[in-house]
C-alpha cells in the first residue's frame, strides 16, 4: 500500500499564494497513477480540486481552482504539487493527496495522504 505525505500546509495571508506538496513512499510506482488533490473544509463535505495524469500530460481543474491553482509532478522525485495562489479565507481547509481514484477527474481514490491544513486569514 502506497503512502502518502503532505506538506507545505500553515497561515497564509488572503490573496497570498502557497505550495503544497504530496511525497509517496519509495517503492511504488508513482508515475504509473494519476493524482488527485482534494480538499475539506470545516463542517463540508471533502471535494475535487485538482488531477493530473501519470505523464503529467493532462490536468483537470475544479471551476473554483481554474486559472488560480496549479497542479504538477515530478515523478523522479515521487511527489506531487500544488501551487495555490489569490487565496480566499473560505478556501481554509484540510488539503488531501490521493492515489488510485477511479474515473476523469478522479472520485473514489484507494489510497489517501493524513493531509494538511491551512489557513487563510483576511
Known amino acids: 500500500q502506497v503512502q502518502l505525505v503532505e506538506s507545505g500546509g500553515g497561515l497564509v495571508q488572503a490573496g497570498g499564494s502557497l505550495r503544497l506538496s504530496c511525497a509517496a513512499s519509495?517503492?511504488?510506482?508513482?508515475?504509473?497513477?494519476?493524482m488527485g488533490w482534494f480538499r475539506q473544509a470545516p463542517g463540508k463535505e471533502r471535494e475535487f480540486v485538482a488531477a493530473?495524469?501519470?505523464?503529467?500530460?493532462?490536468?483537470y481543474y475544479a471551476d473554483s481552482a481554474k486559472g488560480r491553482f496549479t497542479i504538477s509532478r515530478d515523478n523522479a522525485k515521487n511527489t506531487v504539487y500544488l501551487q495555490l495562489s489569490s487565496l480566499q479565507p473560505e478556501e481554509t481547509a484540510v488539503y488531501y493527496c490521493?492515489?488510485?481514484?477511479?474515473?476523469?477527474?478522479?472520485?473514489?481514490?484507494?489510497?489517501w495522504g493524513q493531509g494538511t491544513q491551512f489557513t487563510v486569514f483576511s
Open positions: 493530473i495524469s501519470r505523464s503529467g500530460g493532462s490536468r
Open positions: 519509495s517503492g511504488h510506482t508513482f508515475g504509473s497513477d494519476d
Open positions: 490521493a492515489v488510485g481514484c477511479t474515473g476523469w477527474p478522479p472520485s473514489i481514490c484507494g489510497a
